[in-house]
DNA sequence: CTGTTAGCGCTTTCAC
DNA sequence: GTGAAAGCGCTAACAG
């Protein structure tokens, strides 16, 4: 059996509440009391019980992450930061991978709030907000939510998003720049915001160039590589094929890398091509691929960020907040020039 | 305040004793009962408090992760298996990342005794098993203990690893047979189970061919990008530059990919490049890059059933599962003629 | 099969 | 400043 803090209070010679003040550093307590529950303490080897404080103070000093997946680099670094921030404030995380599946989702905010997290900071599933109320309700229970990354539409929780809109605008308007006309996008649903606002940022772009919106050069899809696969091939199989892909869809990156691999294209001579979300690996590709970036890590810090200042009781704000995006450019887009 | 067993036993008319017993499915309830109290729990929305229950049983449904980092794709794979699979068992996982520095792992190790887990997947740190005597104070609590990709020396632990000697070895073989007569192995530490036992493949490999170990051809390092940086510079500057990479570090590989292309050394015709740990990017770069895959997916798989056996009382068996390495040929090695 | 009872280890009034 | 005592919500003997 561990040690308690009742065989600390014996050993010290004090009472169990005595102790249990020392311990926490409480400022009602003899100087010389509390060095010496402390240095019996220590002696002992004592560590508190986490449940029978829990179940006493209502606050597990745990905290939940939920993110879609581990492959998308976003979400290793928001999943490492936030672990490595909240442990060094004393904070344990509970990892959850929701796998953009809003039913698992539902479970997992359950089992977090089962076990009483001190707060939770989530990439919400897409499709209007489907587990909205929960995360509300957990609000209401003063529970501080931060969604990164995406948000859910009508509900008053902070969020920390990408600059998407700017960032698609950016981007596309770079292949503009470089005289491309057909640019093929490849993008989320448009029912996450992030699919949303980068096609939103696309179509301005390209508006503002004057041109018109080609819907066939569109395509949208779920966040994983075989969209990128599909809408590559789709894409590339036009009778006017584009001149440009950006591909805003970080997951279906792999897919299109294989189409352009399988279809033998050299880039950026016969296809320039744009991704968005930067990853190591896009910097190392042969060509160095350009990419929008959407700053993960400043989302992650910045999720975290608000997350302490919650704990620490600071009221909700209800309010957005945006990490600019950045284009970055490599060596995967040319300028067009027609044949 | 939340609804408790109280609430419900006094809705269902019958005492918080059997109120709990029929919620924990016990078999000595009359069948009438224990619908009608799960039906009135359902009902008034309760959850059982994970805190009390906890404190009582000792048992917290939590389990410990703890891993170097998340940028190894082995690493993301184990997170995601073990989040999944036991979250699917109703325990939650508790992620830690160690970033590779014993002292914070001994940190992190004390609390995860602290939030007293029910068992532990660790990817321990390396230097002769630091931290080796809390792993095994914690098997001596009851505390099922799996180590999984590297081993702590000298520990009676159940130990899920890949077969990095045989793997080690049969890429060596593999450029051996492609006429590759000097290849630069870049590897782990030797205070690591799998640098060791790398370096011992190489070496194995060469020998048996009949070949000289050159000591200015092996470079270990941390796992981290800089070493490829470093010792591919150190490799490919030697005045008879091997023809061929064996990349045994797979944090190093994004270093080594950064020299390569820096140099403008084009692969496979001015170099052979075979890396270690399989990740999705390999497969799709230019040209694709053959690797040894030492079957992350398998070890997560096996050390999860390693730990459910645990979990559910079978003793540790304090033995050591290897998972079978496997050459993957792609388009990154070539016969090497001498000119 | 069900109810009564005694804690699990801690925090926190409330007296002194 | 310190101690006594009352639970937090639950499970597990122990009776009945």
């Given amino acids: 059996m561990a040690v308690t803090l009742r065989d600390v209070a014996r050993a010290a010679d004090v009472s169990i509440a005595t102790a249990s003040r020392a311990l926490a550093g409480s400022s009602l307590t003899n100087h010389a009391t509390q060095r010496h529950v402390i240095q019996v303490a220590a002696a002992l080897g004592y560590r508190t019980n986490t449940f029978a404080r829990a179940l006493k103070t209502k606050r597990s000093r745990l905290i939940g992450l939920t993110v879609h997946n581990l492959e998308n680099a976003s979400f290793q670094v928001l999943a490492s930061v936030v672990q490595t921030r909240m442990q060094a ?17 539902r ?9 009483s997290v001190d707060g939770l900071i989530a990439v919400p599933n897409g499709a209007n907000g489907a587990n909205g109320a929960q995360l509300l309700a957990m609000e209401h229970a003063d529970i501080p939510v931060i969604c990164a990354v995406r948000r859910v539409e009508g509900a008053t929780l902070e969020s920390v998003l990408a600059g998407d809109l700017d960032g698609a605008y950016a981007g596309t308007k770079h292949l503009l720049d470089l005289g491309h ?15 949303k606002e980068r096609l939103a940022g696309y179509k301005r772009a390209m508006q503002e160039a004057g041109l018109p919106i080609d819907p066939a050069l569109i395509q949208a899809g779920r966040y994983a590589p075989e969209t990128g696969v599909v809408a590559a091939n789709a894409l590339l199989s036009m009778p006017t094929p584009p001149s440009a892909l950006f591909v805003a869809n970080h997951e279906s990156s792999l897919g299109v890398l294989r189409v352009v691999s399988e279809r033998g294209l050299l880039i950026p001579d016969d296809l320039s091509l744009l991704f968005y979300e930067d990853s190591p690996w896009f910097e ?7 990419v929008v970036d959407s700053g993960a890590a400043e989302m992650a810090n910045l999720a975290v960020d608000r997350l302490v200042q ?4 600071v009221a909700n704000s209800g309010r957005e907040y945006r990490v600019g995006s950045r284009l970055i450019q490599r060596a995967s887009c040319r300028a067009f020039e027609s044949h």
């Fill in 89 to 105: 404030l004393g904070y344990q995380v509970i990892l959850s991978i929701s796998a953009d599946n809003p039913e698992q989702e």
């Fill in 107 to 115: 479970d997992i905010f359950k089992t977090l709030v089962d076990h």
């Fill in 181 to 195: 006309r057909r640019i093929g996008l490849i993008v989320g649903m448009s029912d996450t915001t992030s699919g």
């Fill in 284 to 290: 190392w590709q042969r060509p160095a691929i350009s």
């Fill in 310 to 313: 919650r704990l620490s009781g």
